[in-house]
T-cell receptor, first 117, second 109 residues
Framework: GAVVSQHPSRVICKSGTSVKIECRSL??????MFWYRQFPKQSLMLMAT?????????EQGVEKDKFLINHASLTLSTLTVTSAHPEDSSFYIC?????????????FGPGTRLTVL | GQNIDQPTEMTATEGAIVQINCTYQ??????LFWYQQHAGEAPTFLSY??LDGLEEKGRFSSFLSRSKGYSYLLLKELQMKDSASYLC??????????WGAGTKLIIKP
């Protein structure tokens, strides 16, 4: 099946620093990539949707200047958390769709656990 | 508004059968997914239904009734590794996924 990777798997940073998370589709071309965050014991919350070569579409309440998304190629999207604060600590998950299936099944990356001190 | 309801937690015995129900009200419908999520891991795809009826895949089956806004995930021959959260997810008319809060399934020996 389609594989999506994320790097890093875990990151600990100081408050005020920026953190970049990479999401790669390893064996398919991802026309669309999604970024989610998940707080403990809560459902996934969609942050933004990105299509290769165009600006990401952010969900209501998500600050686009704080969560920078770059979908530079059909296999790579990056999420940069700028000036991270402790409340940004969360589990960030990306997913990708191949785009050629009826239901556009999303393939999920393993997630990145961010801890901001 | 958009709403997906599923039980918060269920407990079942190893080797038994369990049915996890999901009811939904969404703006449009382009399919219903079930995902499994182990603690600390990303969700993994289990099933997809877009037409009414039952889809069977090994020990797992998923049922959909669009007129009733209802689905269930049936797990047979439960194994300890099936302990996880099961997420009911709707794809709406804009092809966006709307996630339920998940049902935590606890399997006891």
């Amino acid at each position: 099946g389609a594989v999506v990777s994320q790097h890093p798997s875990r990151v600990i940073c100081k408050s005020g620093t920026s953190v970049k998370i990479e999401c790669r589709s390893l064996d398919f071309q991802a026309t669309t990539m999604f970024w989610y965050r998940q707080f403990p014991k809560q459902s996934l919350m969609l942050m933004a949707t990105s299509n290769e070569g165009s600006k990401a579409t952010y969900e209501q309440g998500v600050e686009k200047d704080k969560f920078l998304i770059n979908h530079a190629s059909l296999t790579l999207s990056t999420l940069t958390v700028t000036s991270a604060h402790p409340e940004d600590s969360s589990f960030y998950i990306c997913s990708a769709t191949e785009g050629d299936k009826d239901y556009n099944e999303q393939f999920f990356g393993p997630g990145t656990r961010l801890t901001v001190l | 508004g958009q709403n997906i309801d599923q039980p918060t937690e269920m407990t079942a015995t190893e080797g038994a059968i369990v049915q996890i129900n999901c009811t939904y009200q969404t703006s449009g419908f382009n399919g219903l997914f079930w995902y499994q999520q182990h603690a600390g891991e990303a969700p993994t795809f289990l099933s997809y239904n877009v037409l009414d009826g039952l889809e069977e895949k090994g020990r797992f089956s998923s049922f959909l009734s669009r007129s009733k806004g209802y689905s269930y995930l049936l797990l047979k021959e439960l194994q300890m590794k099936d302990s996880a959260s099961y997420l009911c997810v709707i794809m709406d008319s804009n092809y966006q996924l709307i996630w339920g809060a998940g049902t935590k399934l606890i399997i006891k020996p």
